[in-house]
């Protein structure tokens, strides 16, 4: 595999012309991650649980979490009492010309998530999560939002193929009535500068979504710059899924027996608002939380659709359960167990960006933030009345619990999961590669503090960080310091390696996130096949994001 800036294989005179012309740099930062640094800064910032780094202590150092954990101060639910929320469909407004049109108005609710009071969200069209989308491959979508918030947002579909124009890229704001006019300088705070290129728009933006892709479940949430991390902790978050002949052609579990589950950890202060330390708790000028959340903001209440720990009752039969983590930087490791104490298989049969070639059957499945697990779960043979809690190995105490199933009834199952899912996952090949990039994903100081950079530079809109040409395949080489779950827009990926072992058995499949582990190393493969222009990759902790581990990628 070829280890340098400059193309070459038999796949790239072509373009080799073109690339001559483009500013390509090779990436390398040129000094290898050291384990000292990653220490220094690590227990310094209180980054690095017990464990942390060291890649000898493998089997322990994966079990924590990158972040600060808020703790609520109002009265919490017993476990598996509330019902499980299955967020509506949302009906399209017109389906004329071959195109489904919808319309979302973000609006501020107040909601009952937790029993005993009421919260404030930001939501679309009033629920968290915002209403599912169901689409058709190949069959475009329009999604008309209206904003109705106090303050600019911007919407990004996960996942999608979507035009550079419509992809939500993070200065493209929809100015809320009232909002100043962007000027030079407005977006000065934290480390950006002014974007030329942002197109906004006032109260209203329609995006284009082609969706000619693979049948999968995608998320919409907020990309606002600077401010991704509070807007989706608010609610701006929902699930949007794509189907196709492929997967319809198999018997998978449906229906009912289909369910979308969107996990994410929020906490609540004493007058029932998600708790959440921003600095500028109106969200509106200053960025970034206080130091002790500066890696990420955990909640102790984990909510399954916007409920906490719920209980959803089921057929003694397969069922499907499409998983999104939601969670700004709470990483997961789920394991559905009867209350004797059994270990039930999850038979993971997709990944980020849909249908694997092959099940594969795990008896835990960790899920960083941003992720899409496809698993089925089968109740066969438990009887009437017993309880299968899904829960998170990672977690203590309240955050063990995620939500429990109750077997209702036997009945009879005509799902079946076939040895062969698909084959028409991409397959390519290291000697297509022309290119090796590395990048580095690590904490750093700026002069307002702690700050998450992309190759020692925090994100900057108006510089490209990398340039590249539609068609290229390329090898990315990912180094992590502490837990970082890197998302690529617009593009799948396929793990190639970790620390330049195999990868793990859930790296199966087309990914669109990569979930780095401390000290970590992991080459992804990666097709830039789609559309040309402006798109980003950044890691999907959402507080590092907003602060800067984010970073320019330009087909051209
Ligand atoms: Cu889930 Cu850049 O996004
Ligand atoms: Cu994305
Ligand atoms: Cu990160």
């Known amino acids: 595999m070829p280890d340098q800036s400059t193309p070459r294989g038999p796949n790239t005179d072509s373009y080799g012309a073109e690339l001559s012309r483009t500013p390509l740099r090779d990436t390398a930062p040129g000094t290898e991650l050291t384990r000292r640094r990653v220490l220094g800064l690590g227990a310094a910032l209180g980054l690095v649980a017990a464990g942390g780094t060291n890649a000898a202590a493998a089997p322990s150092r994966h079990r924590d979490n990158t972040g600060g954990q808020l703790r609520s101060a109002v009265p919490l639910p017993e476990p598996y009492t509330v019902p499980l929320p299955v967020p509506p469909v949302l009906a399209p407004a017109d389906t004329s010309g071959g195109t489904d049109r919808y319309e979302i108005t973000q609006r501020q609710v107040t909601a009952r998530i937790l029993p005993e009071v009421t919260t404030t969200l930001w939501t679309y069209n009033g629920t968290y999560p915002g209403p599912t989308i169901e689409s058709r491959r190949g069959r475009p979508v329009t999604m008309r939002h209206r904003n109705e918030l106090p303050v600019p947002t911007v919407v990004h579909l996960h996942g999608g193929r979507t035009p550079a124009g419509s992809d939500g890229y993070p200065t493209d704001l929809v100015l809320p009535d009232g909002w100043p006019d962007p000027a030079p300088g407005r977006h000065g705070e934290a480390n950006m500068a002014h974007d030329p290129r ?9 995006y284009t979504y082609p969706l000619d892709q693979r049948a999968a479940l995608l998320w919409y949430h907020d990309h606002r710059m600077d401010f991704t ?68 903001v955990l909640g102790d209440v984990i909510l399954v659709n916007g409920a ?3 209980v959803h009752e089921v057929d003694a039969v397969r069922h499907r359960l499409r998983l ?16 004797d104490g059994h270990r039930l298989d999850l038979v993971q049969i997709g990944a980020d960006q849909g249908l694997l070639a092959t099940p594969v059957t795990l008896t835990d499945l960790p899920i960083a933030p941003a992720e899409r697990y496809d698993v089925v779960i089968d109740f066969a043979g438990l ?3 017993s309880r299968v809690r899904l829960r998170n190995r990672l977690g203590s105490g309240r955050t063990r619990d995620v939500m429990a199933f109750r077997v209702a009834r036997a ?15 991409p397959s390519w090949r290291r000697s297509q590669v022309t290119m090796l990039r590395r990048f580095t994903f690590r904490a750093g100081h700026t002069e307002q503090g702690v700050g998450w950079f992309v190759n020692g530079e925090p994100f900057d809109p108006t510089r490209t960080d990398v340039y590249t040409w ?11 310091d502490v837990h970082h779950p890197v998302h690529l827009h617009q593009t799948g990926f396929q793990v190639l390696s970790r620390d330049g072992r195999a990868p793990l058995p859930h790296d199966a499949g087309l990914k669109d996130t990569v979930s780095l582990r401390p000290g970590e190393t992991a080459d992804i493969i990666v097709r830039f096949d789609v559309h040309r222009g402006r798109y980003l990759f950044h890691c999907h902790n959402a ?10 990628l330009e087909i051209v």
């Open 198 to 206: 942002a197109v906004t728009s006032r109260t209203t933006r329609e």
């Open 229 to 296: 991390a509070p807007a989706i902790w608010r609610g701006l978050a929902g699930m949007h899924i794509v189907r196709d002949e492929v997967e319809d052609a198999l018997d998978l579990p449906g229906g009912e027996r289909e369910l979308a589950l969107m996990i994410a950890d929020r906490a609540f202060a004493d007058d029932g608002s998600l708790a959440y330390p921003a600095l500028d708790p109106e969200l509106r000028d200053r960025p970034g939380v206080t130091e002790p959340y500066a890696a990420g």
């Open 308 to 310: 906490p720990w719920p």
């Open 324 to 339: 999104v983590n939601a969670s700004n930087a709470r990483h997961y490791r789920l394991e559905a167990v009867t209350d």
């Open 383 to 385: 009887p009437p009345g």
């Open 411 to 425: 009945a009879s199952d005509p799902s079946t999961i076939p040895e062969v899912l698909c084959d028409d996952l």
């Open 470 to 480: 539609r068609g290229a395949v390329e090898v990315w080489r990912l180094t992590a």
């Open 543 to 552: 507080e590092h994001e907003d602060m800067g581990m984010m970073a320019n």
